[in-house]
């Protein structure tokens, strides 16, 4: 039982390069979810999809890009990396009752940009 | 703006205390509010309140929300070294989970 699944938990890459963050949950939940989580700023929305092709913006989308052709899947793309999007990102899903249900997040991955 | 105030921001406590954690929101459409414990790790879920006045137990934690006040605690009795963690509550609005920024809590023996 798999649950939810991020890769790479760690990763360290320099300014201007390309990074993909994995994720992948086994419960067929609708929906997903990209969090990034600083010191003093708590968990902030990057982009949520609500199935399969359907994705939409979060709080702070700028620098990031996401797809979903599976549901269980659900990569972001940092296109050109930037020193301010060093951060821990965490992946989450949830089921059908849409964005205000409970949410069961990845283990993360720590992201340094240098 | 959506808006979700956790107070304390930290606190240390010894093992057998009570911990009362605060959380008031300003969110627009309210659908629910819940409480997380983070250890280093991933949040993990500890409940979800949707209607005031009824409380949430699990174990030693506890939970109530009013929502006419706007704002919900989270009670640890009997604290345990193993209760050390960030604590995070979100607020369910009408398109989104907003996060406060956490309360540290560490025990000590």
């Known amino acids: 039982d798999a649950g939810i699944t991020q890769s790479p938990r760690y990763k360290i890459t320099e300014t201007g390069r390309q990074v993909t963050l994995m994720c992948h949950q086994t419960?067929?939940?609708?929906?997903m979810f990209w969090y990034r989580q600083d010191l003093g700023h708590g968990l902030r929305l990057i982009y949520y999809s609500a199935a399969a092709d359907i994705t939409d913006k979060g709080e702070v989308p700028d620098g990031y890009v996401v797809s979903r052709s599976k549901t269980e899947n659900f990569p972001l793309t940092l296109e050109s990396a930037t020193r301010s999007q060093t951060s821990v990102y965490f992946c989450?899903?949830?089921?059908?009752?849409?964005?205000?249900?409970?949410?069961?997040f990845g283990p993360g991955t720590r992201l340094t940009v240098l | 703006e959506d808006k979700v105030v956790q107070s304390p921001l930290s606190l240390v406590v010894h093992e057998g205390d009570t911990v009362t954690l605060n959380c008031s929101y300003e969110v627009t459409n309210f659908r629910s509010l819940l409480w997380y414990k983070q250890e280093k790790k991933a949040p993990t879920f500890l409940f979800m309140l949707t209607s005031s006045g009824i409380e949430k137990k699990s174990g030693r934690l506890s939970s109530i929300l009013d929502k006419k006040e706007l704002f919900s605690i989270l009670n640890i009795t009997a604290t345990q070294t193993g209760d050390s963690a960030v604590y995070l509550c979100a607020v369910g609005g009408a398109n989104k989970l907003s996060f406060g920024a956490g309360t540290t809590v560490t025990v000590r023996a």
């Open positions: 419960w067929s939940h609708s929906y």
């Open positions: 989450a899903s949830s089921g059908d009752r849409g964005l205000t249900d409970t949410q069961y």
